[in-house]
């Protein structure tokens, strides 16, 4: 290194060698607040957090018509960070075959809010039997609450609803 530049290197250490950083005065302003009004995404999480009991199921038939009663019992529990865990038990007939062939059923995944369209997204199901066969975990779910009531209502490719399932919050 030449002469000059380390006379350079030396001076610029003395005049810095001295000074300390002073306090902000004013916070440093990260992002955007996050919205945690009625309808919000976050509002609308810490709705769904904690377990629900199904207390009715219905469905439309495979080949059509009017939506029927299915008689299940089953639990939904949707925790902090989005996972999703869901156990059900039917024998009823008019249920799917896939979800009467097992004892329970139980499949663990992600619940993806769209609060703007009041909409659940499954994602990432995983469990004991094809999600595909029992839930339709492709199809939008509308979600609507009341109370300490959860309803949603699975919507088919025409847009009609195909599913309803109603819960309640229990803890």
């Known amino acids: 290194m030449a002469w000059h530049a380390r006379l350079v290197m030396a001076a610029v250490l003395l005049a810095t060698a001295g000074c300390a950083a002073a306090p902000r005065t004013r916070p440093i302003k990260i ?14 999480r810490r709705q769904l957090q904690g377990t629900w009991e199904l207390i009715a199921l219905e469905s439309v038939p495979p080949a059509g018509g009017a939506r029927v009663p299915i008689a299940a019992t089953g639990t939904l529990v949707y925790d902090d960070f989005a ?38 997204k499954l994602m990432d199901l995983k469990g004991n039997a094809d999600p ?40």
């Open 132 to 171: 595909s066969e029992v839930l339709a975990p492709e199809r939008r779910r509308k979600y609507a609450f009341d109370g300490d009531l959860l309803k949603l209502s699975s919507i088919g490719e025409k847009e009609e609803i195909t599913t309803i399932s109603t819960w309640r919050h229990i803890r």
């Open 83 to 120: 996972n999703l865990t869901l156990d059900a038990r039917t024998t009823d007939p008019a249920a799917p075959f896939a979800a009467r062939e097992r004892n329970l059923l139980s499949f663990k995944g992600r619940a993806v809010i769209d609060a703007a369209k009041s909409e659940l």
């Open 31 to 44: 992002g955007d607040p996050v919205n945690t009004g009625p309808g919000s995404m976050e509002a609308v």
